[in-house]
């Protein structure tokens, strides 16, 4: 299996970052916001309100998913992760009326589809994971996500080295 390479991982803000960093899933998502901040600022005028709209979809996948993480209640680490899926959802609507106005194409649209579904197969084996982990009762009530492996992975192409 291939490792999934985040793209972040070397800024100083990624050092400093609390234990979500090593959620696959967060990573993913985050790559997934970097792209499509790259790739809206092309988009010219009578489409600034479309590429706002999707930088702040994108970037509200990774955000809940940290701020679901860190507020140390699996409650609500499940329910931020859903309102994530939500967030990843309104992007997916916004891909495709990207590609309908020719927007993204090509190559660009291939890699975008790309990372999408594969942030999208990612929170969902986290949110699988943590009801689990409800259900279970095996959920670690400290303040701080203790992951080990990462179960949501079992079934993808990649694989995260964990500390």
Known sequence: MAQYQYGGQNTQTFQKLPGYKKIVAWQAASDLGFFVNQLVKSFGP??????????????????????????????????????????????????QDCERA??????????????????????????????????DGTWDKSFWVKEEQADYLSDIETEVEFP
């Open 102 to 135: 020719e927007l993204i194409t090509g190559n660009k649209l291939t890699e975008l589809l790309k990372q999408y579904n594969d942030t999208f197969f990612l929170l969902d084996r986290l949110i699988q994971a943590l009801i689990k982990k409800e259900q």
């Open 46 to 95: 009578g489409y600034y309100k479309l590429a706002d709209q999707m930088r702040s979809g994108a970037i509200a996948i990774s955000g809940n998913i940290a701020e679901g993480y860190c507020s140390g209640s699996l409650g609500n680490y499940i329910r931020y992760c859903n309102i994530a899926r939500g967030s990843l959802g309104e992007l997916g609507s916004y891909i």
